[in-house]
């Protein structure tokens, strides 16, 4: 696997070539193994382990919270954890309803509900993590695990916050930006524009890192409008900048790894080939210019990342954004009454910090104990880690309506590809079959087979060309099989 620290942006062509390969991994992966799972039957003790790959790939150093039963006998519990079985058993810091903190690794345990609470981020020397939780009187406890918190800690709500366009010539606004957000413990994701001009701007990002409550994301290297000119430099290059340029500090990190987890997408304009680059360059989501989004995106399993998502509310005098602090502060609470999430964005270069709304927004949104404030790639981290587990705990239904519909198995492998790819199905009665491709809207590309054939398990390739014999472009691709008048669509993505 590729350790981004020893290459440089002059090798961009090798690395994309890594990035595609092991996107080819993680999509047969999918398929084949399970990427994380959860083991209590010991009742004693929780094991859960992440596959290598995905571990390699993501990185995985921020906690996930994950809910045991206790018994309700007993109080003064204390929770261990180690990551290799032979290790000792190491204690866990607790923490109380009553205390303020985030993003740490820490149990709390809730007496009257009878759930303990256990935030614990995986390790750079093991894919497993190892849990137990004890008596007063250092016993082992029998527990169940119950499932993973949708949000950190078990927290009624999320905030969440981004700054665009961090270069050379707004280096001092972003700096003030992020230390005031920090003085409020409110977390501020900021989108780098990695020409940043300045070389001295990488030490003032370094130092606003170091100093915590920061995180990086991408927002290219030149900010180009649609169509760029070196689509692969605007999205793969900027977070090699980012990996190459700087310290990134732990929730970014496993080992020598280190990772950018977000796209912000320059003046919100998108299309399919950047959303391929964006999963092919393993970001977990791309944040888009538009408001009024107070959920998390969903999971597009062709892809491997979330959907691209928009923003709650921009503070300052520019496009989206509203200096209303009644405006901004009602939304925040609708949001908060209904568990979502609020993610409030700036522009550091426009808001204006020597005025009051700010300033009262801020104050009003941040220190409460029952939000969970973190970075916006931190969230969509948690949340890759909390959907896998959704997943394999409908992992029968899933079989039953995704697998295996109405008689028939239909996957492909390698998805991404390039330039061929192997369709397998398996019909389970003698059926008339029409296999076909198509583009996205549409359009028929290619007939790939039209007969009767017999139950089984059959195979057929498509070469990447259209029915003139002429290669298609690339980009995301429809290939259906129809039979007995049933029609089952599924996605592919073909990248040359």
């Not at 942006?9 to 993680?26: A, E, P």
């Not at 923490?95 to 690794?105: P, S």
């Not at 029998?142 to 949708?150: P, R, V």
Request: with cysteine; aromatic share 16%; hydrophobic share 35%.
């Amino acid at each position: 696997m590729l350790n981004t620290k020893i290459f440089n942006s002059d090798n961009l062509k090798y690395c994309f070539f890594l990035f595609l390969y092991s996107t080819n991994n993680i999509a047969l992966g999918q398929s084949n193994y399970s990427v994380f799972n959860i083991d209590d039957n010991s009742r004693s003790q929780l094991i859960i382990t992440v596959a290598s790959q995905t571990h390699i790939d993501y990185g995985l150093s921020y906690p996930i919270t994950y809910e045991l039963t206790i018994p309700n006998e007993f109080n003064n519990l204390q929770s261990y954890y180690k990551f290799r079985s032979l290790d000792q058993w190491l204690p866990m810091v607790e923490k109380t309803g009553d205390d303020f903190f985030n993003g740490i690794d820490v149990v709390r345990f809730d007496y009257e509900e009878n759930i303990a609470y256990v935030s614990i981020s995986f390790s750079d020397i093991s894919d497993t993590i190892f849990i137990k939780i004890t008596d007063p009187y250092d016993d082992d406890i029998e527990t169940n695990f119950l499932g993973i918190s949708q949000y950190y800690d078990n927290r009624d709500a999320v905030v969440t916050s981004t700054a665009d366009d961090w270069a050379g010539w707004s280096n001092e606004k972003f700096i003030q930006s992020c230390q005031i957000f920090r003085s409020y413990n409110l977390w501020l994701s900021c989108a780098v524009v990695t020409d940043v001009g300045d070389p001295n701007t990488w030490d003032d990002i370094q130092e606003q890192l170091d100093s915590g409550y920061v995180e990086v994301i991408s927002h290219s290297r030149t900010h180009p409008y649609v169509p760029y000119d070196d689509p692969e430099g605007e999205v793969l290059g900027s977070k090699l900048d980012l990996i190459e340029n700087l310290d990134l500090p732990h929730h970014n990190t496993y080992g020598d790894y280190e990772y950018i987890y977000v796209w912000v997408a320059p003046y919100g304009e998108y299309n399919e080939s950047i959303d391929s680059l964006v999963s092919i360059g393993k970001y977990l989501v791309s944040r888009m210019y538009y408001d009024g989004i107070y959920t998390l995106a969903s999971w597009d399993p062709l892809l491997y990342k979330f959907n691209s998502v928009g923003v709650s509310r921009e503070v300052g005098p520019l496009w989206v954004g509203t200096t209303d602090t009644i405006d901004l502060n009602n939304t925040f609470d609708s949001v908060m009454m209904n568990g979502g999430v609020y993610h409030v964005m700036c522009h550091p270069n426009i808001i204006e910090w020597d005025e009051d709304y700010p300033w009262t927004h801020l104050d009003h949104i941040s220190n409460r104990k029952n939000i969970w404030y973190t970075g916006f790639g931190h969230l969509y981290l948690y949340h890759f880690i909390y959907s896998v587990n959704q997943n394999l705990t409908n992992k029968v239904e899933q079989e039953k309506d995704n697998i295996f519909i109405n008689n028939v198995q239909l996957d492909n492998y390698p998805n991404p590809f390039n330039p061929i790819t192997t369709i397998n199905y398996q019909l389970m009665n003698d059926s008339f079959v029409d296999i076909a491709i198509y583009d996205v809207r549409g359009k028929l590309i290619k007939n790939l087979l039209s007969k009767r054939q017999k139950s089984g398990s059959h195979l057929i390739q498509w070469n990447a060309e259209n029915n003139s014999g002429r290669q298609v472009s690339s980009g995301v691709y429809i290939y259906t099989i129809n039979y007995d008048a049933i029609s089952i669509a599924k996605k592919m993505m073909f990248i040359k």
